[in-house]
């Protein structure tokens, strides 16, 4: 049973350019979160879907942009990329309806220059 | 709102020594409660969590955590520490409810000498 799954592992980017990451979900899993973790701090959650609509939003500004596909895996997008978005950039699944458990993936690390 | 305070950015013991993480959160809602575990350039594993049932949690490699609601509490512990528990912890917190997210504390990084 495959686990969620990231691509690409690594990244560098300059900035003003733009970024698509990937995230498959967890077998069974409908619903996909993102989260940026910055280096030495905690996770911070970006946004959720599910049934391919963004249902929750945290503090980032609208150069973050997200997808969801019919068979529930993930786009995270940043326009315009900032020094700042340097970062670890995680995805994590769950079942929608269960309350708890998130299932994160290895992540995809983020480097602008 | 939830928030986490994870007391401490530094844990340091030696091998089989006890292990104490704190961890305190806030939420004006009951929470649900977890750790997570991040090694090296990897994503994070689910330790425990607390989801409203017994105060005690048990999780994987002997760690287990207290849920204590007057202290707004869910310190996390493991009687004897052991080389391979080096790395960083997180304590979570989420609404006691469907489809919210995880509220994440700035972690704790373990080290474990011989």
């Known amino acids: 049973d495959a686990g969620v799954t990231q691509s690409p592992t690594h990244l560098i980017k300059t900035r003003g350019q733009q970024v698509t990451l990937r995230c498959s979900p967890k077998?069974?899993?409908?619903?996909v979160s993102w989260y940026q973790q910055a280096l030495g701090q905690g996770p911070q959650f970006i946004f959720q879907?599910?049934?391919?609509?963004?249902?929750q939003r945290g503090n980032f500004p609208d150069r973050f942009s997200g997808h969801q596909f019919p068979n529930y895996s993930s786009e995270l997008n940043v326009n315009a990329l900032l020094l700042g978005d340097s970062a670890l950039y995680l995805c994590?699944?769950?079942?929608?309806?269960?309350?708890?458990?998130?299932?994160f993936g290895p992540g995809t690390r983020l480097t602008v220059l | 709102a939830q928030s986490v305070t994870q007391l401490g950015s530094h844990v340091s013991v030696s091998e089989g020594a006890l292990v104490l993480l704190r961890c305190n959160y806030s939420?004006?809602?009951?929470?649900?409660l977890f750790w997570y575990v991040q090694y090296p350039n990897q994503g994070l594993q689910l330790l425990l969590k607390?989801?409203?049932?017994?105060?005690l949690v048990k999780g994987i490699n002997g760690f287990e955590a207290e849920f204590k609601k007057s202290e707004t509490s869910f310190h996390l512990t493991k009687p004897s520490a052991h080389m391979s528990d080096a790395a960083e912890y997180f304590c979570?917190?989420?609404?006691?409810?469907?489809?919210?997210?995880?509220?994440f504390g700035k972690g704790t990084t373990l080290s474990v000498s011989s």
């Open positions: 994590a699944s769950r079942t929608r309806g269960e309350t708890d458990t998130q299932y």
């Open positions: 077998s069974g899993h409908d619903t």
């Open positions: 879907y599910y049934e391919e609509e963004e249902r």
């Open positions: 939420s004006s809602v009951p929470p649900y």
């Open positions: 607390y989801t409203s049932a017994a105060t």
């Open positions: 979570a917190v989420s609404a006691h409810q469907a489809g919210t997210a995880l509220i």
